[in-house]
């Protein structure tokens, strides 16, 4: 459990505004990278306010509607109605077979857009609020993940994007998982431009961590088949990346510097991702997409700037 547990007893916890301490929320605050990042972000004086399984301020399973909705609502409560941030670090990582897939799925991907859609208006409350969702470099590194998984996700229906990965066998939960990531990360960049978001000041964005070594890896390198892949994957700054670095990117994330990051994806992941897919990012427009994107181009120019000047 990390060190200021007793924060959100706070009677006023925007008190200190004026020295630019924030309320942060952070799932997954028990283990790993949650746990650095709410650390951190505690030294550096903030008001933390974790929500995990277990160990936590909130205790709440992810996993369930009922689950997501307690925990929702209690950050509500206890931030009375106002996040400076938050920080969607609650996840699992691939592993036996059995219900792993379903609760990579729920965790995965509703435990983040459920939550961030309870709390936006508590963002849109704050000034200049922050969102970080953790991702993955499986996002991008991971081969012939089914487009209808994704698809299924973003279409919110969790038993569908199950079904669609059995054929996978043993696999099934590393197809899901990359699935759960990329529909997570096109979520993020979705919403992140709309007037509810970039509109309300909300800056929300991804990173996207390649290994790094926390108990989710741990479990992985228990697993001799996974360990395999894990061990050879190609990393070319070498080794597995540390959770208090990453951590420190997220706090970047939530800071001033990241008044204009919106939409963004950003990997800290050693290098895999650019060693498999160098020259597929950046991309041009395709002359068969121009018009979609002439039409885009106008419809902001009609609309007006999404971002208030704040
Ligand atoms: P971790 O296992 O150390 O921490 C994950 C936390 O999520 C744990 O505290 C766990 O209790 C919590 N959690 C799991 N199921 C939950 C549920 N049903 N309800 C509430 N909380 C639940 O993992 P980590 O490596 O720190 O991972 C953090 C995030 O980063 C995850 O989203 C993970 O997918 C992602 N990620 C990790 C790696 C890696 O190599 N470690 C790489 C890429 C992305």
Redesign the pocket.
């Known amino acids: 459990m990390w060190a200021c547990p007793d924060q959100i007893q706070a009677e006023t916890p925007h008190e200190n505004r004026d020295v630019l301490v924030g309320v942060y929320a952070v799932?997954?605050?028990?283990?790993?990278?949650?746990?650095m990042v709410a650390q951190k972000l505690c030294d550096a004086g903030h008001t933390v306010i974790g929500?995990?399984?277990?160990q936590a301020d909130i205790v709440?399973?992810?996993?369930t509607v009922e689950?997501r909705r307690a925990?929702a609502n209690r950050v509500l409560e206890s931030s009375r109605a106002r996040l400076d941030g938050a920080v969607?670090?609650?996840?699992?990582?691939p592993g036996p077979a059995g219900n792993r897939s379903r609760?990579i799925a729920?965790?995965?991907y509703f435990?983040v857009v459920d939550l961030l859609n309870a709390w936006r208006t508590a963002l849109a409350s704050a000034t200049r609020a922050k969102v970080v969702v953790?991702?993955?470099?499986?996002t991008t590194t991971t081969p012939a993940v089914p487009a209808r998984t994704v698809r299924a996700f973003l279409a919110d229906d969790a038993d569908k994007a199950v079904r669609s990965v059995r054929l996978f066998g043993t696999n099934a939960s590393t197809i899901l998982?990359a699935a759960s990531?990329i529909a997570v990360s096109r979520w993020v960049r979705r919403e992140a431009v709309r007037p509810e978001w970039a509109g309300a000041g909300i800056r929300l964005n991804a990173l996207?961590?390649?290994?790094?070594?926390?108990?989710?890896?741990e479990?992985q390198l228990s697993m001799p088949k996974q360990a395999g892949a894990i061990r050879s994957f190609p990393i070319p700054m070498g080794g597995?990346?540390d959770?208090g670095q990453l951590a420190d990117w997220a706090l970047f994330m939530l800071s001033d510097a990241a008044d204009f990051l919106c939409g963004s994806v950003v990997f800290v992941d050693g290098g895999s991702d650019a060693y498999f897919r160098a020259d597929d990012w950046p991309r041009t427009v395709p002359m068969h997409r121009v018009l979609h994107y002439l039409k885009r181009f106008r419809h902001f120019s009609a609309s007006g700037p999404t971002i208030a000047s704040r």
């Open positions: 799932t997954g605050s028990a283990s790993g990278m949650g746990h929500v995990d399984i277990k709440a399973d992810l996993s689950g925990a969607l670090a609650a996840g699992l990582g609760l729920q965790v995965n435990g953790f991702s993955s470099n499986s998982y990531k996207a961590p390649g290994a790094i070594m926390t108990p989710l890896l479990e597995f990346g959770a």
